[in-house]
Structure formats: C-alpha cells, structure tokens
C-alpha cells in the first residue's frame, strides 16, 4: 500500500533522518519514486548536486552525508550521526550497492552485526570451517549518543578484502548509531593502525522491505573502484537469501522468541535497545 | 466418516528423498519434512529456533539438519540442537531445540499433526490394502473451492478432507492455507509399469483441469 | 585461454562459469560493471556485443554471445564424453534445443522479476511473477514425470544436459524475484541433484549441496 499520506504511526520512524539514495546514482534532472515508511517520495538532483526530496508537493528536509540524500517525514531533535574518518583525505568513498530487500530493516542490521555466519554464508571469504569458534567479546552502549559499541569482535577470514594476501585473525569494531544502520570497522591490511570502515544504511521502505544502500570508506590504493564494489556485492549477495528466508520478517524483540548464545552478544544488545527506544517499525514488540 | 483428528498428509513416502529436505505447509505453518539415512522421517517447525532461518534451506547430512545461517546442528527425531559451531566444546542447552510436530507415513504418504498431543494411532483408517499413490496437485484456491469443483468431478466427502468418487480412486486434501491448496491422490489397487504410468497421466490431466477451473474461478 | 565478460551476479554468465567447471575447462573472467556502471552498455562492449548483454566469450578469436549458445559450443568442443549435448542425435538435439528456448523464458520471467525486486528495474512485476509460475509448473510436472520413469534430468536418463545447466542458475535465484518454489517439490528435488553434479560451482545467492566439512 503505497500513498502520498503518511501512514506510519511510530513517532520514532518519523522522526529520524532516513536515507534514500546513493546521490552519484541519480540522474541530473530527472525525478526518481522511492518508497520510505510505506510513502511515496520524489527526489531529484539538480545540477548543482543539491537533491530536493518532495512529498507530493510539499519539500522535505534533505540532507547530503556521506555522499547520500537523507530525509525525515517528521522532525528529530538531532542530527544525523558523524563517521569521522569519511573526511579523511586519502580515503576511498564510495557507494558499493542500493540493493532491495524483503526483509526488516533490523533483521537487516543484526545479520550486518552477526559474526557467526561467516564460515557458512561467506565459506572461503570471511570465514572457513573449521574455524568457528567467536571468542566473547565486548559490547556496550556510549555516554556521549547511546550508540551500540561491540569492540574485540575477532574471525579468522580466509579472504577478509581485496586486499588480503592470505587468511588471518581479523579484529572488528562494531557501531549502531541509528535503529537502522550499522558500521564496521576493520584493521587494515596494509596499515593496521588504521581502519577500513564499510557501513549499512538502510531505507525502510515498508515495515517488511528495504533498500540496502553501503557505504565504503577505504584505505586502498590498488583496486579500482568497480573492483572494490564487485567485492562488496558479492559478500553482500551471499547474505541476500539467508535474510529474505527469516520468520518472521520483523525482529522479535522478545528476548525469549528466539534463542541466543553467548556468540549474539550484538544482537541481544540490540533488541534490547530498540525496546528501550522503542522502535516499532519493522519489530515485533516484547 | 472419518476423522483426521489433526492429520493431514502432506508428501508422498517415496518424495522424501535422502540428503533432501522438503518445503511444506499445513494450515499456514510452514513444516520441514526430512529423512535421515537410517530412514526416520522428520517433520519440524520450518524455522531455526536462533534467528528464524528456514530449516527447509539447510543441510540433511543423513543423521541431522543443519541449519543453514550459523551451522547450528539439530538431531534427527528429538529435534535437539548438539552443536553450535560459535561455541565448539560447550554442550548446547536443552532448550535448544527444534520443533517436531506429530509424523506418521502411512498409505504411501508422509502425515503431518501440527497439535500438541498428536496421537499416531488416529491417522485415518482408508480401508486400503493395495493402492498406487497418484501426483499430488497444488491449487492456488481455497480448500472449498476445490472440493466444489471435485465434487463436479464425482467425488463426494468420505470424511474430513478426503473425497472418493466411488470408482476407486480416493483424493486426500491439504489445506496449505486459506488461498492455497494440495490434493493427494490414492486409487485403490497397485498398478505397475506401462499401466501405472498411463493411470499417473490420466489422474495428472484429470485432477490439472479441475485446478485450472477452481483457479480461474478463484480469480 | 577462453576470455569470459562476466558479471558475478549474472544467473547467465554463472551458467557458463558451472559448465566451464564442470568441464575442467580453464577461462578467464573480465569482469563488467553492470551495476552501477551499466558497463556492458557502453561503446567498448557494444561493440562486443551489439545488443549489449552478458555473456559473452571469446575463444581464440571466436567470439559468442548468449549463454544457451555458448552451452552449446563449449559441449561440442571441451566434453570428450559427449554427453553434455550429445552429437548425432536428432530427438536429443531438439529435446535440448526446446528447453534452452525454455531457459530463456525463465529468464524473460524469473530473472526480470529478480532484477525488479533487486535493482529496481521497470518491469511489470506481476507479470514477470505470474509468468515464472506458469512455466515452474510446466517444469514440476515435467520432472515429475522424468522421476516416475527413472529419469533425473531434464532431457535424459543417465546423464545432465547443457538444458539442466540452462534452466538452473533463475530457478534457483527466484525467491529473490518473489517467487517462491514450495509449490514445485520435484523442481527442489532436481535442484538438489544439479548441486550434486561433480565440478559444480556456486554463486553468490545459491548454496552448495551439502557441507564442506564432515
């Protein structure tokens, strides 16, 4: 059901900055539909690389970050979340994919956050058998913005980027900043005093569907931009089915719907969280 | 008339192959039907009890399922989770298990009991000795619609959800959902080769025109 | 060595990257950026291919394009068991001929439908949809039948086809179109059988038959 009028009811939804589109992909002067919250919107790149975002006739606030347009059917009280490494000079920006989705925004975020699928959804990337044992690790929520912070998130990856030369203990740094985007952040290969940041930012366009759009932010001389995406997609491809055959589509945030090991940490942090902000769209309420 | 008490088939015996694990629904609750390789048939809840992936898309490795996200395993009978490959060398908590509904196979089919105190003993009685089990046809109707459009056919009620037509052939329904229906077909006497083949064709051709006139009437 | 034009989530180019591994066959893969460079759109491929599209081959100096095609030639000329698509054998060549034209339709379908649910292509959804069941029925019954009389593949007893390879890769990937296969038990049976294939290979989006490790 598709309108023109606003017919999502969670104040929360709608009163956070939600992401539309990759601005490179949009064609100068030529308005594009996509869907946010079961409505309708226009957006339109102008030629000075501003993006109006309209519903019906009415303007929108539109926001360009991380070389994304952002906008909100409602009014939040702060603005949208910083990754401050995407300004530094020699990084690789990017968008790797906007792909559509039918699943739950959350479901989308905690497979993101999810390190034990490796070995059997990325075999021979992220993860091989018989290394699958996830070592504990940390998580937490910050003062500053009550963001999620899981820290100490170590896998053996046969094939952790492009890259990597030969399989090693990977360290990961997780971040949810927002109930529908997720950002990692990994050493680099080449320098692992810096990280590799990839992120996902998803649109709910239904409390069921999503556009996944990803961000990379890289420290890579080497591969081409094309190079970098085609890996991206091929990683994210693979998560594609295993999301899209999850029952229910929507998270249960009960905490006893569905069984967790110590390995979930994120993901009982998480549900846990969205209870506590209490994020209706997209989950199944405890 | 025959009560199913809660019985309903829902795949023939010789479909359930090995290493395979088969989609079904039965009033709206998705079931994983599989086979280990000692032959036990399993019907379970289609959905790992971690993060709600589709048992029907994981691993029969001929003695457990294995689910296809995080490598979970689940043993073949009691549906008990024995390894979880995050965690190596603990034991998996008792809790952790998948769902197994009530399974019977009986007169060539697999039977499902989606209840909680699913007694085997009440599969229905059809009275046949000797049989041939016919191809199974879904139909995106409701259940009353297809057996209307059966009952056209010359097949009446000889209990719940099982139609005869008085002509040897008797017909099993499977209501999948309110929209979506299979009808499981039985004719009476065991029929080989050449003429088994020929009687197949003939129930196939017979049972997709009904199909295709509950559809078009389901439009 | 075979140059291949390749996308990895090209269900068409995957059809020729199973055979090829299959076959033993070594080739080389040039990867296009179809999404988002719609790369095999632009001058350098048309001229390639002038209708655009992936796959494409060049063997030497021979350039192919269209994957039933290209299933075809590399049957002919790298399967010393002549099985793959068998030679001389007039009913077997055209049983293989109309489920390649088969294949394309589950193309025209599944794959459309997949490419609108996930790329956000301009296709008349429900068409597309209604369209891939229409032809996985006729693809059931047909398996269904095959089973009966001992047969596991589409075209013959004994051995797959390059008709099994055609029709595999947007049948699998069809739940990503909302096309759902619970209706086609025999369909999820043969797909089952074609992971088993010595030599096959996945993509991203399709998983192997059984586990690696024991």
Known sequence: MTSNVIRCTDRVALDEWHVLAAVTELPVGQPKTTRLLDTDLTIERQLDDTVSVRLGATALPARLKFGYVWTSLGSPDHELFDIPEYAEADRRNLNAASVGLHVSAPRAVENFLDLGHFAFVHTNYLGVEPYTEIKPYKVEITEERGEIIATKCLAYQPMSSLVATEGYEVEYLYRVPHPYCAILYKANAADLDRQDVIAIFLQPASEERVVAHMLLSMLDENSSDAEMRAFQQLIFSQDKPILENQVPKRLPLNLRSELSAKADASSSTYRRWLADHNVRYGTLPA | ?219 | MIKLYDFELSGNCYKLRLLMNILGVKFERIALDFYPGREHRSPWFLKINPLGQLPVIDDDGFVLRDAQAILVYLAGKYDPSGLWYPQGAAEMQGRIAQWLGFADAITATASAARLHDGLFYDVDIDKARAGAHALFRVLDEHLWFAEQEGQDWLCSSGHPTVADIACFPYVMLSEEGGINRLPYPAIRRWTDRVKRIPGFTVMPGIFPADAVSV
């Open chain 2, 1 to 219: 008339m025959e009560n199913n008490k809660g019985w309903f088939p829902v795949a023939r015996v010789e479909e359930v192959v090995p290493r395979h694990v088969v989609q079904a629904q039965l009033m709206g609750q998705e079931v994983a039907i599989w086979r280990d390789d000692q032959g036990q048939v399993n019907a379970w809840e289609n959905r790992c009890p971690h993060r709600g992936v589709r048992l029907s898309i994981g691993i029969n490795d001929g003695k457990e399922l294995r689910c296809r996200y995080h490598g979970w395993h689940y043993a073949s009978g009691s549906g008990q989770c024995t390894f979880i490959p995050a965690h190596p060398s603990q034991k998996p908590a008792n809790v952790i298990k998948a769902k197994p509904y009530g399974v019977a196979e009986r007169y060539g089919f697999v039977w499902v009991n989606l209840g909680e105190d699913a007694d085997i003993a009440e599969v229905p009685a059809l009275g046949l000795n000797a049989f041939t089990t016919l191809r199974s046809i879904y139909v995106a109707a409701p259940v009353a619609a297809v057996a209307g459009h059966l009952a056209e056919q010359g097949f009446a009620p000889a209990g719940d959800f099982i139609l005869e037509n008085g002509s040897g052939t008797t017909l099993l329904i499977q209501p999948m959902d309110s929209g979506q229906t299979i009808v499981h077909g039985l004719a009476a006497g065991e029929v080989d080769g050449a003429e088994r083949l020929a009687l197949l064709r003939r129930h196939n051709t017979s049972l997709t025109e009904v199909r295709d006139a509950a559809e078009r009437a389901a439009a």
